[in-house]
């Protein structure tokens, strides 16, 4: 268990944290949930980094830190569906691009073939980041209410786009 996976699996303690603080609905513990989730997302790129920098990858590494990914994601969102505070249709797209392309990526590790997160996921990641703090927030000024909505439409189009750019660059996987 090197420092890589180690800051990774610590990731994990923070989605209870996040959740818990958001159930209770208030702006101090919402505030300090996305305090909580910001830090997860920072320590995301810390391990990455690590591990690149230190030559620290490993199997566990490669398959727990976008699972920790998506369950942070995933959690929070099924939170704020129930606090009612984001639509079902957002968090059923998301899920389901999710869950879509891990399946996929099970089936081409089972061809031993790995399928390496591109720009497209990246970019899908930030804004889902992004519109999870923008929600939980909740800005009232008319500004900060039309950049949420713009960041919850790119979310949604590069989730969909992306998930589909992985299939189909891979659909060589499938045969």
Known sequence: ????????????????????????????TDVIAICFFILACATDALDGYIARKKNLITDLGKFMDPLVDKLLVIS???????????SCWIAIIIVWRELIITGFRLVAAKKNTVIQANYLGKIKTVLQMIMIVLVVLDFKNYFMMFFKHLIIISTVIFTFWSGVDYIYKNKNVLS
């Open 1 to 28: 268990m090197n420092l890589a996976n180690k800051i990774t699996i610590t990731r994990i303690f923070f989605i209870p944290v996040c959740v818990l603080l958001l159930l209770i609905n208030n702006r101090i």
């Open 76 to 86: 929070v969102l099924i939170t704020l569906v129930e606090l009612q505070k984001i």
